[in-house]
């Protein structure tokens, strides 16, 4: 599917992908409320999305075409989306799954037509989530919690947080509830690729209100500050000392996510022991399963996003259902609970 209000950019992409054997077009869209009306009765497994159009645009449109094509893999097509564009981020942290800059108009072919044929046979071929992970929105309430507990009176040693489909919400909600003087470390692993952790680190910055960086082999924890997984590896912890510094792991992870919200986990459960908690937020897949298991063994607190307020509850579904969650709540809940944990964090 083709979503566009420009009829020469639907007109003439649809020409390139009708040239090739691999794609079919089956059917155009002048804009967002169309589209969801069309996924009604056609099923597509890719949708070309523009981000400037009148009505509803296509970034706030997106959570929506994610559930009602049941998952179809969006590739962002728009004059908005030069990399590390605000609209870019914001696009491939809400589900999207690529983006590429669309020209002028006269601009179409040659290259244009070569790297949108290319694009859409990367994703169209990408591995599917292997545990059927599908949008939020039909799932039923959250299964009861055995035991839901009150929040802990110990202080945090390390925060950790994973996040994958619509995360950039989610933290944003996260962040304007936690209080500015929360000082433990913050760990972030957000599924996006490496070349983009650059410019989501600068949008943590300014969304939390704190420093935020891209983390690196033997970056020193301390205390208040963010530091985010980079796009080609895992961000592991080790102990040196009195100091505990930050491992980038570049080995493969259960869940095949890179980086993967697994070992940071598995990290801060391994370092911290019960002083440690986890947060998993909207996403697709399981990613965040095992480490929660470690995490909760090693008798740390997992909190996991509800459904409602989850893009896709994959991800915290898969905790909450295993049962390993002290409590089921909206991002701003969680950040608050977080912050009835007592007094300065005992970080190091």
């Not at 709540?329 to 608050?336: G, K, T, V």
């Amino acid at each position: 599917m083709i979503v566009d209000d420009s009829i020469v950019a639907r007109t003439v992409i649809s020409r390139i992908l009708e040239g090739h054997e691999a794609f079919d077009v089956v059917a155009t869209a002048g804009h967002a409320g169309e589209a969801l009306a069309l996924l009604d009765q056609v099923r597509v497994d890719i949708i070309l999305l523009d981000v400037e159009m009148p009505g509803m645009d296509g970034l706030t449109a997106l959570p929506d075409l994610l559930a009602r094509s049941h998952g179809a893999r969006v590739l962002i097509v728009s004059s908005a989306a030069a990399d590390g564009a605000a609209a870019t981020i914001r696009a491939l942290t809400l589900g999207a799954a690529d983006t590429l800059l669309k020209p002028g108009a006269g601009n179409f072919a040659g290259r244009f037509a070569a790297t949108l044929i290319e694009r859409l046979l990367r994703i169209g071929h990408a591995r599917p989530d292997p545990f059927g992970a599908v949008p939020a929105m039909p799932e039923p309430a959250e299964p009861r919690i055995a035991a839901e507990t009150a929040p802990g009176n110990a202080p945090i040693a390390c925060l950790a947080i994973g996040a994958s489909t619509g995360g950039l919400h989610a933290l944003a909600d996260f962040f304007q509830e936690l209080p500015a003087d929360f000082s433990a470390p913050i760990l972030i692993t957000q599924h996006l690729p490496p070349v983009f952790m650059p410019y989501f680190a600068s949008q943590l910055t300014e969304m939390a209100g704190r420093r935020a960086q891209v983390a690196r082999d033997g970056m020193k924890l301390r205390p208040g500050e963010l530091l985010v997984a980079p796009g080609d590896g895992h961000l592991g912890l080790v102990r040196i000392g009195s100091n505990v510094q930050v491992w980038i792991d570049r080995n493969p992870a259960p869940s095949g996510c890179l980086p993967s919200v697994d070992p940071m986990f598995a990290a801060i459960a391994a370092i911290y022991g019960s002083a440690a908690v986890a947060v998993v937020l909207t996403g697709m897949g399981r990613d965040g399963l095992i480490g929660a298991h470690n995490v909760a063994s090693a008798g740390g607190e997992v909190l996991a996003q509800d459904s409602r307020t989850s893009v896709v509850w994959g991800m915290p579904g898969a905790v909450a259902r295993a049962g390993l969650a002290a409590a089921v709540l909206p991002p701003a809940a969680i950040a608050r609970r977080v912050a009835q944990r007592s007094g300065a964090a005992r970080w190091n």
